[in-house]
């Protein structure tokens, strides 16, 4: 079993910058990929950014040059810091993460958290 939980939202005005973390827990072999998602009011939920177990990261093209995400395989953690915030980057923010619960099936299970409102302000 395993447990997203994100922190950082909040209400930011335009130009500015927030920071959001996602720690997960519970029963973790590895993590694989770990990413951000977002879905505003009246759309579909978008990927936003990714990140591997490696360190390679991909991301939309509306929050490129802005947008960074990060993670502390330590911790458990992946974090996505935003700047340059724009009114359309206002959604709820979704961390996700591929787990594999390890041996003996080895099954990899992707995991979302509750997602945190990130709003910006004009």
């Known amino acids: 079993q395993v447990q997203l939980v994100e922190s950082g939202g909040g209400l930011v005005q335009a130009g500015g910058s927030l920071r959001l973390s996602c720690a997960a827990s519970?029963?973790?072999?590895?993590?694989?990929?770990m990413g951000w998602y977002r879905q505003a009011p009246g759309k579909q939920r978008e990927l936003v950014a990714t990140?591997?177990?490696?360190?390679?990261?991909n991301y939309a093209d509306s929050v490129k040059g802005r947008f960074t995400i990060s993670r502390d395989n330590a911790k458990n953690t992946v974090y996505l810091q935003m700047n340059s915030l724009k009114p359309e980057d206002t959604a709820v923010y979704y961390c996700?993460?591929?787990?594999?619960?390890?041996?003996?099936?080895?099954?990899?299970?992707?995991?979302w958290g509750q997602g945190t409102q990130v709003t910006v302000s004009s």
């Open positions: 996700n993460a591929v787990v594999s619960p390890g041996p003996p099936k080895w099954v990899p299970n992707v995991y």
């Open positions: 519970g029963s973790i072999f590895s993590i694989n990929t």
């Open positions: 990140i591997t177990a490696g360190g390679n990261t």
